[in-house]
């Protein structure tokens, strides 16, 4: 009876302690990808002290305030810490959405209170997953044999589907997409395996943005074939381009063409603050 008490005694102690110390991830912000086409978020935080001896920072997200899931995470030394003063996570390309190791039904992440709106990875739920799907570009992976052999006749606005059972994928994978809004939370986790408070929810929204400009051109004249030769640096994104454009004018009507494209930046610039 003895050993039981002493050790009831350490269990609430150690709860203080978590209690009178959470490690909160600070100074989380969310920003969109600049010159892409709408398809990345940015997540921007401050690394906790090294003494904190964090080993990860789990990212989540979702599309209300009310459910995130887990999307990832960033692994730490806890010996080393973190070099710098912030830390940046990339919501960008197809990420897993479900897999065959996806858990059946939705589970609160560990150490989150009843209330708590943190889950763990999305279920192979199709009352979860299904509405879901209308807010994120996705890629599904399956085998050739159940698309042949396993879909079934699904009929919808007058348009004929191949249906299959959430189970059926290998794998579903999501994007963001552009104009759609995303919520976003980070948890520490320290060595102890203690997954801490989640950061205040933040949200962003992915935009159609005009490509960058095209930087360092260079003409070069080839004497021997007597024709102008244009070299430039490629954009860091480049999915979204379908031309390049050159222009030759005078030097008298270089100020009216920069004004007019100063309009153009201005005018896409507006755009995307009221789409």
């Known amino acids: 009876m003895r050993k039981l008490i002493i050790l009831a005694l350490l269990i609430s102690f150690n709860f203080v302690i978590w209690a009178d110390n959470p490690l909160v991830v600070e100074n989380l912000k969310v920003y969109d990808v600049e010159y892409d086409d709408g398809s990345g978020l940015l997540l921007k935080w401050k690394p906790l002290p090294k003494n904190s001896r964090i080993i990860e920072y789990r990212v989540y997200r979702g599309v209300s305030k009310d459910s995130l899931f887990y999307l990832g995470k960033i692994d730490v030394d806890p010996t080393v810490g973190v070099v710098g003063n ?50 994120f570009s996705t890629l599904a992976v399956i085998n050739k044999n159940d698309y042949y052999y396993r879909t079934k006749l699904v009929k919808q606005d007058k348009q004929i589907f191949a249906g299959l059972k959430p189970e059926a994928f290998e794998g579903i994978y999501a994007n963001v ?36 400009k095209v930087s360092d051109l260079f003409v070069k004249l080839i004497t021997d074939k007597n024709y102008l030769q244009y070299e430039f640096e490629m954009p860091l994104f480049v999915d979204d381009i379908a031309s390049f454009d050159l222009y030759m004018l005078p030097k008298s009507q270089l100020a009216q063409f920069e004004q007019y494209q100063k309009y153009q930046q201005q005018y896409e610039a507006y755009q995307i603050r009221n789409t």
Not at 92 to 98: E, M, T
Not at 109 to 128: C, H, M, T
Not at 179 to 193: F, H, N, P, Q, S
């Open 177 to 212: 997409l552009p104009g759609e809004k995303y919520y976003y939370t980070v948890i520490a986790v320290d060595e102890k395996r203690t997954y801490h408070p989640y950061a205040p929810i933040v949200s962003g929204v992915a935009y159609d943005n005009p490509p960058a």
């Open 86 to 135: 912030e830390m940046q996570f990339f919501d960008k390309d197809f990420r897993p959405f479900i897999d065959i190791e996806s858990p059946g039904h939705v589970k609160k992440e560990k150490g989150q209170l009843k209330d708590s709106p943190i889950y763990r990875a999305l279920p192979r739920d199709v009352n979860i997953i299904g509405p879901l799907l209308t807010k």
